[in-house]
């Protein structure tokens, strides 16, 4: 592991011509000069060159000890293996991992509640529509790694950055589908009663409404259009095919909730991926057609009990090593494209999950405000 | 029950009950500290949060909830829901009991009924659920036999609706009903029945004129601890319909919402709404009460 990460840290600091002295104190003996910041400073830095280089970073954030992570489910997008090689990487400091199965708003009013307290969550990884209400809750920083995340992919300020994303996908269990699942429409069909679940309520999920949204995409509908896709999910209710339970790797083992429309990684990490707690029979389809995606965000915490921890999180996260975890759960890392041209992205793993799609909807900050209005209009009335 | 005895007491001895106030406060004191800790600022700060915008001004806006036919419709529910688990909770419940007086105190049957009955009266959030949904939900154990043998996709769960919940808040209503009203029944007694046949009255006689009439207050009062407990039930129901339908769900879905944002303070209002239902039916069942205590006195 540590071996891979400092050669990942050679090319890239080859590539990314501004930061190669940094990335060269990280490998080196650490005679860069250290600083040591307060509490207040170090919730100010915004590179790891305030810290005096890596070295400092991990000093600083070696001397905090903690790393308050908060809704990362085990399962979700690798964070298992992601959590468990930081702790690895740097034994010195440990990650409190609160509420995993919370929601993106459950991390905004966690940081509102604890502000000023030693449990307060350091970093989120948060959807874009519950980030955007409250970015005065964020400080900026650019990892080391910065000029590979795409422009279009983070704040100029370094607020936030792109970090994965899924594609909202159809997993089923071949052994009660072998016919499988080729569109949409399909899923409307008499032999899928009582099969067909999503992740939660539109009106309060993002994933849940993403399903929504990728329904609409393959039926007529396009982002500022969502209607089609309500449609679509009256006729599966009607058709007696909606499930309203809330599918989980236990429902999905069993064979309670048989179709789950939901992110690549999630229906990937549930089959047979996850061994024996899995679904050895599930098998995870992406449509062909227009496909949806949606990113999520890394950002720290402006009051961040662990500032240091939180920058030397987000630097782990941005490595080449983290972003092939996250590429082999399924989801595809903000700095896939860099990575391909680095060859530092791992061959095997991209070849196994398929190429990156070279287009996907990701739908605007209005047309996710849009498309929420419509859906708490109609989308009790359609499924009720 | 207690109300009852209180005020008869009151009655008869209203020199010893003076007395005793002046330090008796003292021991309400720990209970009192905690029902404000855990109770009262807890449920203050709920509905405050219901008078502001997220920004932290004052505003009535959020009351517009109450126009927003979700809402409404959901209240519907959740109201339908606790009554039919309430009433029927309490009128199974209430049968249990009967059926208990009969049987020896000490025994084993009484014993393990008893028992049970604490047990699963706590029995609730997704481990109910999951209970549910392995024994008749959609690939539960009872429905997959059923299809089995009468062909598949014939029968399907019923759990997965509101109405469908109510038999699965059965499961911890009707223990919780036995426990509540069993000591009230215990406390009827045998003499009065013997006065009833020694006047010539029949068992129905009893019941009816004595029986029901004492037993009403503590069976109401029950009613309503059940009525209660379901509605603000919330884990089971978040399993089982993660589509909505009641309002703690909707309290759920406007605190953590990742789509529809910025509706958080609703939730304030909503909690207000449901402490509202509460008090009315409490005072009823106060009114209530008193009715029956000027029979009693």
């Known amino acids: 592991m540590k071996t891979r990460y400092l050669a990942g840290a050679a090319v890239l600091a080859a590539a990314a011509l501004a930061l190669t002295a940094c990335a060269g104190t990280a490998g080196g003996s650490g005679t860069g000069s250290t600083k040591t910041l307060t509490l207040a400073e170090a919730q100010k830095a915004t590179s790891v060159a305030d810290f005096g280089g890596m070295a400092g970073l991990v000093a ?54 604890q502000k000023g307290q030693s449990t307060a969550p350091d970093v989120f990884d948060i959807g874009t529509a519950v980030m955007n209400q409250n970015l005065d809750l964020l400080a900026p920083y650019k ?12 704040d100029a ?45 539109p009106t309060a999920a993002n994933e849940a409404a993403s399903a929504v949204y990728l329904a609409a995409l393959q039926s007529g509908g396009s982002a500022d259009d969502i209607q089609p896709g309500i449609d679509f999910f009256q006729k599966l209710k009607q058709a007696g095919n909606f499930l309203s339970t809330l599918p989980t790797q236990a429902t999905v083992a069993s064979g309670e909730t048989p179709v789950v429309i939901q992110w690549s990684f999630n229906n990937v990490a549930w089959g047979p991926a996850a061994g024996s707690a899995g679904n050895p029979n599930w098998k995870t389809v992406v449509l062909p057609g227009a496909g949806l995606g949606s990113y999520y965000n890394q950002t720290i915490n402006a009051d961040a009990p662990n500032p240091a921890a939180a920058r030397l999180w987000e630097e782990y996260l941005y490595t080449p090593a983290v972003q092939n975890l ?38 605007t900050a209005d047309q996710a405000t849009k498309a929420a209005t419509l859906l708490s209009s109609k989308w009790a009335a359609a499924v009720g | 029950m207690t109300a ?21 406060w003292i021991g309400l004191i720990p209970f009192s500290v905690y029902a404000i800790l855990f109770l009262g600022i807890p449920a203050v700060l709920a509905i405050a949060s219901g008078f502001f ?12 909830a109450f126009g927003d036919p979700v809402i409404l419709k959901d209240l519907v529910g959740s109201l339908g829901l606790s009554a039919a688990s309430a009433i029927l909770g309490a009128v199974v419940g209430a049968l249990v009991c009967y059926a208990m007086l009969g049987m020896n105190p000490d025994g084993w049957l009484r014993t393990i009924v008893d028992s049970a009955a604490s047990v699963l009266a706590q029995f609730g959030g997704v481990m109910l659920a999951f209970a549910f949904i392995a024994t008749i939900g959609n690939q539960g154990l009872l429905i997959v036999i059923l299809n089995q043998v009468f062909g598949p996709g014939t029968f399907s ?35 009065w029945g013997e006065a009833v046949a020694t006047l010539g009255g029949s068992r129905w006689t009893y019941w009816r004129k004595v029986g029901f009439p004492i037993l009403a207050p503590a069976f109401f009062g029950c009613m309503i601890l059940l009525f209660a407990n379901s509605f603000s039930s919330f884990a089971t129901a978040a399993a089982l319909i993660s589509q909505g339908g009641i309002w703690p769900l909707d309290i759920q879905r406007a605190l953590t919402s990742e789509t529809v944002v910025g509706h ?26 008193r009715r029956a205590a000027r029979w009693e006195r």
Not at chain 2, 54 to 62: E, P
Not at chain 2, 272 to 282: P, S
Request: charged share 20%; glycine share 10%; proline share 6%.
């Open chain 1, 60 to 113: 600083a954030a070696n001397k905090e000890g903690h790393l308050n992570v908060i809704t990362l489910p085990p399962s979700w997008a690798n964070y298992g293996q992601i959590i468990q090689g930081f702790e690895k990487k740097y034994p010195g400091i440990k990650i409190n991992s609160a509420n995993p199965d919370g929601s993106s708003a459950d991390e905004v009013a966690a940081a509102k509640a």
């Open chain 1, 143 to 154: 990892v080391q790694s910065w000029g590979d995340i795409p422009d279009e992919y983070k």
């Open chain 1, 157 to 201: 300020d370094g607020l936030w950055y792109y970090d994965y994303t899924g594609l909202m996908s159809i997993g089923y269990d071949t052994k009660k589908f072998p016919n499988g699942v080729k569109k949409i429409d399909d899923l409307l069909g008499s032999d899928f009663k009582n099969s067909v679940a999503i992740k939660g309520d």
């Open chain 1, 326 to 363: 996250y590429l082999a759960a399924g989801a595809y890392p903000a700095q896939l494209a860099a990575m391909e041209k680095a060859k530092t992205v791992d061959a095997a793993t991209l070849n196994k999950v398929g190429a990156a799609p070279k287009d996907f909807v990701q739908l």
């Open chain 2, 4 to 24: 009852l005895a209180s005020n008869r007491g009151a009655g008869v001895t209203p020199r010893r009950r003076g007395a005793r106030s002046g330090t008796g």
């Open chain 2, 53 to 64: 915008t997220s920004g932290g001004t004052f505003t009535i806006s959020n009351f517009s």
């Open chain 2, 157 to 191: 769960s019923p759990i997965y609706t509101v109405p469908g919940l109510t038999l699965v808040y059965l499961y911890f209503e009707i223990p919780l009903m036995v426990l509540t009203f069993m000591p009230a029944l215990e406390a009827l007694k045998p003499a």
């Open chain 2, 264 to 289: 958080e303070n609703e939730a304030g209002v909503i909690a207000l709404g449901m402490i509202v239902v509460m008090v009315v039916l409490m005072s009823a069942y106060g009114v209530l009460q």
